[in-house]
């Protein structure tokens, strides 16, 4: 049995005049909370075949938090013949942590692959962020400039990791808090920002660590709930939603890494019902309304599908429900009228007294 001890660091943004902004990190023991005010939901809506669907109306929704009815306090239909009215980024993360070297060049020649086509006139901003053990940096101006990007792709070098423990256990544990840390700090530099946040973190994903043989005391529960309080809370607030693309291909599609982050889906309550899964890349993305792609060997597909949800959605807002007690959870279930159509958004938030 494994004893468990969680220590995450919750990062502040160092500010550089430099072309890459670094992501810089300090303690911090217990979650952001989640202001009172109308919760934003960005909603995408899909067929049976998983195409998305434009064109519908406010009427057509319905918004249930905590299986109980919800005022739509505001509504807007994005894409197709209506015009973006805030804006909206994409954010593409590189991950050298967790993805091995070999795959990293395959993932950097991917990238290229999207951002030069087109003669490289993309339809959204993009940021790039470099992801290593050896400091993570993000491009401080998203540019819809290509060939801009692809020149700045080559000037980064790939960076590995130097813990020689990566192999083992506690090497999986760095990997995690790294990525985390990552995580919370990019979504403190665009909680900044207004509008919508795409991020594609490019990534077989973090160590889930959960298994049998894996124990948290009831202090490195506690620090793990109010780590799930706090990446709900930051995605949200800076308007983040996040997808993952897996690099591994088909080579690794048939496995259970691949289906295990579905284990811990369901939205955490307490520190008694948290598990280590619960901060798994998959289920983070899930959970903030993203995608999570594998089983595929072309990451520019993984891309396109996700990119597809910014050619229709709809913002809609919300009054969070008062709490009975800190960081209450609560369900979110946005519904649609029409038969055979399916509505994804985020799947919970944090309620406070």
């Given at each position: 049995m494994f004893l468990f001890c969680l220590s995450l660091?919750?990062?502040?943004?160092?500010?550089?005049?430099?072309?890459?902004?670094?992501?810089?990190?300090e303690p911090a023991s217990e979650p952001s909370s989640a202001p009172a005010g109308p919760i934003r939901l960005d909603v995408v809506v899909t067929d049976r075949s998983g195409k998305v669907i434009p064109g519908l109306q406010k009427q057509?929704?319905?918004?249930?938090?905590?299986?109980?009815?919800s005022n739509i306090l505001s509504f807007q239909s994005v894409g197709g013949a209506v015009a973006v009215a805030d804006?909206?980024?994409?954010?593409?993360?590189?991950?050298?942590?967790n993805t091995a070297f070999t795959?990293?060049?395959?993932?950097?020649?991917?990238?290229?692959?999207?951002?030069?086509?087109?003669e490289g006139k993309l339809a959204q901003p993009v940021s790039l962020v470099f992801f290593s053990d050896s400091g993570t940096q993000i491009q401080s101006k998203p540019s819809s400039d290509g060939n801009f990007l692809i020149s700045a792709l080559d000037q980064n070098q790939n960076s590995l990791r130097t813990d020689r423990r990566s192999q083992g256990f506690y090497g999986a544990q760095d990997r995690l808090q790294l990525s985390l840390k990552t995580l919370f700090g990019l979504a403190a530099m665009e909680s900044a920002k207004p509008g919508r946040k795409m991020v594609i973190w490019i990534s077989p994903?973090?160590?889930?660590?959960?298994?049998?043989?894996i124990t948290l005391s009831a202090n490195d529960a506690k620090g793990v709930f109010n780590s799930v309080v706090h990446v709900s809370n930051a995605l949200r607030q800076a308007g983040i939603t996040l997808y993952s693309v897996d690099p591994l291909g088909l080579a690794d599609s048939g496995g259970l890494r691949t289906t295990y982050y579905e284990e811990f889906l369901k939205g955490v309550t307490s520190p008694n019902r948290v598990d280590l899964g619960n901060l798994a890349l998959q289920v983070i993305a899930t959970q903030s309304g993203g995608l999570v792609?594998?089983?595929?060997?072309?990451?520019?597909?993984?891309?396109?599908?996700?990119?597809?949800?910014?050619?229709?959605y709809y913002v809609l807002s919300?009054?969070?429900?008062?709490a009975e007690k800190p960081n209450e959870y609560h369900l979110i279930e946005v519904k649609v009228a029409t038969p055979g159509l399916t509505a994804r958004t985020r799947t919970g938030y944090y309620a406070q007294p």
């Open positions: 660091a919750l990062p502040a943004v160092a500010q550089q005049s430099a072309p890459a902004t670094a992501l810089q990190s057509d929704f319905s918004i249930l938090d905590n299986k109980r009815p804006p909206v980024e994409v954010i593409f993360v590189i991950d050298q942590v795959r990293v060049a395959y993932e950097r020649d991917e990238l290229k692959r999207f951002l030069s086509r087109n994903g973090w160590p889930i660590l959960s298994g049998p043989r792609t594998y089983g595929s060997n072309s990451i520019v597909a993984g891309i396109d599908h996700s990119i597809a949800d910014l050619s229709a919300m009054q969070p429900a008062p």
